[in-house]
């Protein structure tokens, strides 16, 4: 089995409050792994230093069996779609222009067209991007994470502020890149039952790694699944 | 006047091509702010009795550096950035005048423009710096552009960010500085920011608007100096009320609905 993360005691301590304190897990090739945990569990702050953005951690992350600190190689290997991705609304770009970004060798341009078609967005390549519905943008930035054909691809709580269809829609494209084209993904989010429906394993964050393991594992658990529900709800009453 | 019309193209099409990334980073004022630092420094080489835009070239230059990395380190915001670099390039250039007990003709031609006065090695180097720039804008085309629409994105797909950063502003403090000739000190931020707003209002892809911005750059450069040619009138104004009236021209016909959305 290939580890394609490793993370060992991480811990980033901002100026008032620790985010992460000592969390260690691993991700194997092949696993769709969810990241739960509610608002201000630290799951952006563990994104931004797998992804390089934080370099402010103690510990020890690496990729493909490479510490992160030493090569920024890995990220040629990983697709990122984050939250809401930020861009001026009137940027004149169409949606091929926003994949075609992602495109590392210009040669590679069928990619882009097989990679619309996939997601369902192909007739809109020449719209721009600001046009588009939250859902459609969503597929954009998902069709530019894939178009390198990246062993992992990594979603920060990509459901946010998107309608019902297109978040089906989203699950059963996520479930197919795993499944079929065995892609690894790392997803976090807030919604248990999605988590519970979609994902083979599961990362319970609370600023500490409260559980790590397959999903079923933790939700066939009662006392698990209570135990986390609580603690993060005292967080979650905590911070208000 | 054949000289004129040349370099007058290639400065249009250099002004737009590094316009549209200064305008699409909200930095629209920053080719304004450069203009004003290089004041300073035309104000310096004409007191050293040296070639004025050269020293233009060396002072926009580095303020253009160290206003971007003053701005990184204490976390100023961009619009202040560039107030503070505007201003002191005039009060730079005014105390050097002053001390020098004044030199007005040549410094007019330098705040106004004067085109029609390019010389054969002047249209040299306008033309060889246009092209390397394009050269450059055109090798590094998904880089620039990438770290132009998100920058955290950028990062994660491994660009150097900070490096483009720093590039885009070197080549904004050359392209300035090259188009001084054309229409002056105080006028050069129209030839950044009008041709690339009137572009991005017709709603098309990156480069359809890229060649929608250059065309209209270049129609208002060409058309401005030979009106002014004939009617005997400032070049510099000519070219910059031509490209507003594209742009209300392109105002008007998006409210009547004739621009489609997409």
């Known amino acids: 089995m290939l580890n394609i993360v490793e993370i060992e005691h991480l811990t980033v301590q901002y100026p008032d409050v620790k985010a992460l304190d000592d969390v260690s897990f691993t991700v194997n090739k092949g696993d769709f792994l969810g990241i739960i945990g509610p608002n201000g569990a630290g799951k952006s702050t563990l994104f931004a230093s797998m992804l390089g953005l934080n370099t402010k951690y103690k510990g020890k992350i690496k990729f493909f069996g490479q510490d992160i600190r030493k090569s920024k190689d890995y990220l040629k290997e990983i697709g990122y ?42 007739e809109l390549s020449k719209r721009r991007i600001g046009e588009l519905s939250g859902g459609q943008q969503q597929r954009v930035f998902i069709a530019k994470a894939l178009v390198n054909n990246p062993k992992l691809l990594i979603l ?30 790392i997803w976090s989010s807030h919604d248990l039952d999605a988590v519970n429906q979609h994902a083979n394993h599961v990362a319970c964050l609370n600023r500490k790694l409260f559980f790590h393991g397959e999903s079923d594992e933790f939700f066939e658990n009662d006392e698990l699944v209570k135990q986390y529900s609580e603690a993060s709800m005292q967080e979650h009453m905590h911070h208000h | 006047m054949q000289r004129a019309l040349i370099s007058g193209v290639a400065i249009a099409i250099l002004c737009s091509v590094i316009g549209l990334f200064l305008v699409l980073r909200r930095y629209a004022l920053f080719g304004d702010a450069i203009a004003h630092s290089s004041f300073g420094g035309i104000a310096l080489g004409l007191m050293a009795g040296v070639y004025p835009l050269w020293t233009a070239y060396g002072v926009s230059l580095v303020s253009a550096l160290v206003i971007t990395k003053v701005k990184e380190k204490y976390n100023i915001s961009g619009d202040a950035s560039v107030a503070v670099l505007l201003s002191s390039g005039i009060a730079i250039g005014l105390v050097i005048i002053g001390i020098s007990g004044g030199f007005t003709i040549d410094i007019f031609s330098f705040l106004f423009g004067s085109i029609l006065l390019v010389s054969v090695n002047d249209t040299i180097l306008i033309l060889s710096l246009t092209g390397v720039i394009l050269i450059v804008v055109l090798l590094l085309y998904r880089q620039l552009l990438y770290s132009t629409f998100n920058e955290e994105q950028a990062k994660v797909s491994g660009i150097p960010v900070e490096k483009i950063n720093y590039l885009i502003v070197f080549m904004a403090g050359v392209t300035v500085v090259t188009s001084i000739q054309l229409v002056g000190v105080l006028l050069i931020s129209a030839l950044f920011v009008i041709p690339n707003v009137t572009a991005i209002m017709y709603g098309k892809g990156f480069k359809q608007t890229a060649i929608l911005s250059i065309s209209f750059s270049i129609f208002s450069v060409v058309a401005g100096i030979l009106v002014s040619y004939i009617f005997d009138i400032t070049p510099a104004g000519t070219i910059v009320l031509l490209s507003i009236s594209l742009l209300a021209g392109t105002m008007g016909i998006k409210s009547a609905g004739l621009l489609s959305k997409n």
């Open chain 1, 81 to 122: 779609v984050p939250q809401k991705p930020i861009f001026e609304k009137n940027f004149p770009a169409t949606v091929n222009d926003v994949v075609q970004m992602g495109l590392r060798q210009e040669s590679d341009a069928n990619k882009i067209d097989e990679i619309l078609q996939q997601l369902w967005i192909h």
């Open chain 1, 156 to 185: 920060d709580e990509p459901i946010t502020g998107i309608d019902q269809q297109s978040i089906e829609l989203f699950y059963s494209i996520l479930r197919e890149l795993n499944s079929k084209q065995k892609i690894t993904i």
